[in-house]
Each structure stands twice: as structure tokens, then as C-alpha cells.
């Protein structure tokens, strides 16, 4: 095991009374509230006039169209149009894309440049404004870590953002708030947490079993529950179960001590940067891809995912084989999408994307260019 240093000091309010607790958070740090959200759903289902209703009395002002894989283009509206408002604290009520896109917002607030400026680290970030989430869609993990996931449809490039500062104060997670998320919402959530996990877990670090068995336990939870809230969406403890298994699945707990690897998301963010395709959906073709082509070199842990998520057995490569294609097959039971032509997408952008991995170096080690062009490619056919 590696040594590590584990931090993460957000409060999570769980269950069905955690709006309830809503007010008194955020008057911990004042009483001035930028209310952020996304395409408008909130406003369908309820959860806005649940929250308006939590926060009457307070100084609110709102910004809206927040985009699934959040754009900064959009971003700079919001500080254009509030930055004279200066928030005490910013409350971003939806899924990560919404989390994300108010982290950046919180960076921004008392930075007179362009905000894309962090993302290609040209300057850091002085002074913060506090984040509180109000948690709609289980998925990224955004509502309990410190990353933001940010694109420039401009020049069609997607970034990460990581501070210790934007961590959220306190997230309300109450499982009844995604019971009116949609069938294919929902299966792309559970993909982003299962990937997630995976990028954690599928590593050569030996002697973390501990990690690995938290890890394994986020894995068979997700594979058991999402059956369940799938044929019924408001089976509040499958909703609850799987909640819970996105959040911890990326709040840094299942990591420390071992290797990471991240390759899958980063050739999903080069893709969606391009084709802004749901980012569960393009995990779900990009993963089984990847396992083939790392697969002697992950071979040990992926005998130990067969065996103990899949329950497989025989030789080392039938079991290895039987992981990646189971699974590739419970990503087609949650009724994806298993090839980029299903989605419209071409190869039109690979070189592009392919010459940009390369820079980057992915993996936990590097993926080279032979290999990045056999997933790409892989997810053709």
C-alpha cells in the first residue's frame, strides 16, 4: 500500500427529510443565495418549488441552462449577469454536470479574467465562494469531491478541475428527489459510477484489500439495485442504495494507497468534447474496448473482478474474457448503446483525439498511440 493522505470535509444530509435542512446550511454562511440548475426539469418535477419554498426569506437570484457536460461558454453568462450580486454562498440544485458547472462558478466569482484560465492552469484561484448542492441525479460523485468536469464546445476541448476548496459545505441527498429521472438518466448514472470504481480498482497496486472490497461492495450494489429502479423508479431504497454508491463511488475514500488509472474518462471526454454524447453512454462503449486492450497487463485484478463480482471460474483466460464480457453485457442490460454509429458518431475526429491522448499520457501507464487508436476503433464494431 502506498502512503496517502485522505481528506474530504463534506457534510452529507441523507434521506427523506434532508431538504429540511436546507435554510439552516446555508445561513452558516449568509444569507445571499445563487441558485444554479440546469435545462429546466427541476422545475417539472417539483424539487424547484421544494427548494424556493426551503429558502423563502433569503436574498436569491438564479441562473438556469446549465448543460449536461457543462460549457464554459455558459458559465461565463452566469458571471456576466451576477457577478455584482456577490453571493455568500452558491446552491446548485441537480447532477453533476450542475455541480460541476457551480464549481467553476465558485472559482470565478472574484477572478476578472476568462474562467477557462483555470482549466489550462494559467493562474489559480484566489478566494472561493462556498458550494451547497441539492443532489437530483446519482451519478459523478460531484456532490462529495473537490473535481469539476468542464467543456470549451469553442474549440471543442473538455478539462478537469480539481481544488480542495470545492468541496461542497454540506449535500442533500434525499433518494426521493431522482424517482422522476428517466430509464436512460438513471442507467447512465449507474454506468458513471460503475466506471468510476473501475478506474479506481482495475490497478497493479498489490496488498489494498481492504480498497478492493470496499470497491467490489459499490460494484455488486450497483448491479444488484439497478434492476430494481429500473422496473419500479420509485423503489426509494433501490434509489436510496444507488444514491449512496455514487457518492462514495469518487469521493476518494476507494483510491487511497493504490495506483488510479482514468483512461476510460479521459478518451470519453475527448470524445464528448466532439460529439457531446451522454457521458455514461460513452463509458459504457469506451470500457469493455479498453479491458481488451490492457488486459494482460490488468490481468491479475481482472481474475479477481471476475471471480468475485461475476462469479467466474476456470482458466486465468476464460475468466478474464468472461469479466470484460460480462461487463459489456450488464452495460446492454441497462439498454445501451454499445457502438458510436448508434449514436451518429464517426471516426472523423479520432486523429485529433488520439494525438491529444497521447499527450496526455492516460493511464496508469501511458496508453500509447497503437493502443488508444485499437479502442477508438473498437468502438466502431
Not at 122 to 147: Q, R
Not at 288 to 310: C, D, E, F, S, T
Request: glycine letters at 8%; charged letters at 25%; a positive charge.
Amino acid at each position: 500500500m502506498k502512503d496517502f493522505i485522505f481528506y474530504n470535509p463534506t457534510k452529507l444530509i441523507f434521506g427523506k427529510k434532508a431538504m429540511e435542512q436546507i435554510r439552516p446550511n446555508i445561513e452558516a454562511f449568509g444569507r445571499r443565495v445563487l441558485l444554479t440548475y440546469g435545462q429546466g426539469s427541476i422545475k417539472k418535477n417539483g424539487i424547484y418549488d421544494k427548494v424556493v419554498k426551503e429558502i423563502q426569506g433569503l436574498k436569491v437570484e438564479e441562473f438556469g441552462g446549465i448543460e449536461s457536460n457543462p460549457r464554459v461558454e455558459t458559465l461565463r453568462q452566469a458571471l456576466a449577469q451576477y457577478k455584482s450580486f456577490n453571493p455568500d454562498i452558491i446552491l446548485a440544485v441537480g447532477g453533476g454536470s450542475v455541480i460541476d458547472g457551480s464549481k467553476l462558478l465558485a472559482s470565478s466569482f472574484y477572478y476578472y479574467g476568462d474562467p477557462w484560465d483555470f482549466l489550462v492552469k494559467k493562474v489559480e484561484p484566489k478566494k472561493y465562494v462556498p458550494l451547497g448542492v441539492v443532489l437530483t441525479l446519482s451519478a459523478t460523485g460531484s456532490e462529495m469531491n473537490c473535481g469539476a468536469v468542464i467543456t470549451k464546445w469553442e474549440t471543442h476541448e473538455k478539462k478537469v478541475f480539481v481544488k480542495d476548496e470545492l468541496y461542497p459545505k454540506f449535500s442533500i441527498l434525499d433518494p426521493q428527489n431522482t424517482f422522476s429521472v428517466s430509464k436512460n438518466q438513471t442507467a447512465y448514472g449507474i454506468i458513471d459510477a460503475f466506471s468510476h470504481v473501475l478506474e479506481q480498482y482495475l490497478h497493479t497496486t498489490v496488498d489494498v484489500p481492504l480498497q478492493d472490497r470496499f470497491s467490489e461492495s459499490i460494484l455488486l450494489t450497483l448491479i444488484e439495485n439497478a434492476p430494481l429502479v429500473l422496473k419500479n423508479p420509485e423503489d426509494y431504497h433501490a434509489r436510496a442504495n444507488l444514491m449512496l454508491s455514487a457518492t462514495m463511488a469518487l469521493n476518494n475514500l476507494i483510491s487511497i494507497g493504490t495506483n488510479e488509472d482514468w483512461a476510460c474518462h479521459s478518451i470519453e471526454h475527448e470524445m464528448s468534447a466532439f460529439y457531446d454524447i451522454p457521458h455514461g453512454a460513452g463509458l459504457a462503449i469506451i470500457t469493455p474496448r479498453w479491458m481488451r486492450v490492457v488486459k494482460n497487463q490488468k490481468k491479475k485484478k481482472l481474475i479477481q473482478y471476475g471471480q468475485r463480482i461475476w462469479g467466474l471460474k476456470g482458466t486465468e483466460k476464460r475468466i478474464v474474457d468472461g469479466a470484460i464480457q460480462a461487463t459489456d453485457n450488464f452495460f446492454k442490460s441497462l439498454g445501451m448503446k454499445m457502438l458510436l454509429k448508434d449514436w451518429g458518431i464517426g471516426s472523423e475526429h479520432f486523429e485529433t483525439m488520439t494525438n491529444r491522448l497521447v499527450g496526455q499520457r492516460i493511464g496508469e501507464k501511458a496508453l500509447d498511440k497503437k493502443q488508444i487508436d485499437l479502442i477508438l476503433n473498437g468502438c466502431m464494431v
